[in-house]
T-cell receptor, first 115, second 114 residues
């Protein structure tokens, strides 16, 4: 059973470009969570999605950031008009249901660098 | 060990020694705690968890201690091995609120010297 997959693993964007980060949850998991990690800091919750629904986006910046989890295909975290402060590691986790926290399995992350 | 603060604490131990990593949490309403291990270039990996109705829980080579009075959590690793070298995060959760939303500490870098 493959784990949570994220791609790309590394992404370099110039200021003003768009970044699209993809997350394929574990097989059988229909709940996805995105976290952001700044250098030498812990992960910070961004958004929680179920298939075709955003459940909680309280941790996501109101502008430029959006997330989706379509019926088919991976979950996408989209950052428009990136700025240097968006440089971070973005982790996706998945769970089989609205879970207690220990059932979240993390992917390897996408490291975004904005130049 | 060092408590998680505004910088990334570092703990250096000799192979075979026991390690103690500390974490202070701030939300008195948190009732569930997890320790994660994060190796370089990888995502966090679950190690062990504890609920607030317990003060100690043991796993394989690891023990978590919880002191709710002072809001302190520790992870003890017995007979530390080079493969234990990683950043260790504590995370807290309030299951009475959003039981999926983890709040992470800033981590402690553990280095095991052979």
């Amino acid at each position: 059973n493959a784990g949570v997959m994220q791609n790309p693993r590394h992404l370099v964007r110039r200021r003003g470009q768009e970044a699209r980060l993809r997350c394929s949850p574990m097989k059988g998991h229909s709940h996805v969570y995105w976290y952001r990690q700044l250098p030498e800091e812990g992960l910070k919750f961004m958004v929680y999605l179920q298939k075709e629904n955003i459940i909680d986006e309280s941790g996501m910046p109101k502008e430029r950031f959006s997330a989706e989890f379509p019926k088919e295909g991976p979950s996408i975290l989209r950052i428009q008009q990136v700025v240097r402060g968006d440089s971070a590691a973005y982790f996706c986790a998945s769970s089989p249901r609205t879970s207690v926290s220990y059932e979240q399995y993390f992917g390897p992350g996408t490291r975004l660098t904005v130049t | 060990g060092e408590s998680v603060g505004l910088h990334l604490p570092t703990l250096s131990v000799q192979e075979g020694d026991n390690s103690i990593i500390n974490c202070a949490y701030s939300n008195s309403a948190s009732d569930y705690f997890i320790w994660y291990k994060q190796e370089s270039g990888k995502g966090p990996q679950f190690i062990i968890d504890i609920r607030s109705n317990m003060d100690k829980r043991q796993g394989q080579r690891v023990t978590v201690l919880l002191n709710k009075t002072v809001k302190h959590l520790s992870l003890q690793i017995a007979a530390t091995q080079p493969g234990d070298s990683a950043v260790y995060f504590c995370a807290e959760n309030n299951s009475g609120g959003s039981n999926y939303k983890l709040t992470f500490g800033k981590g402690t870098l553990l280095t095991v010297n052979p």
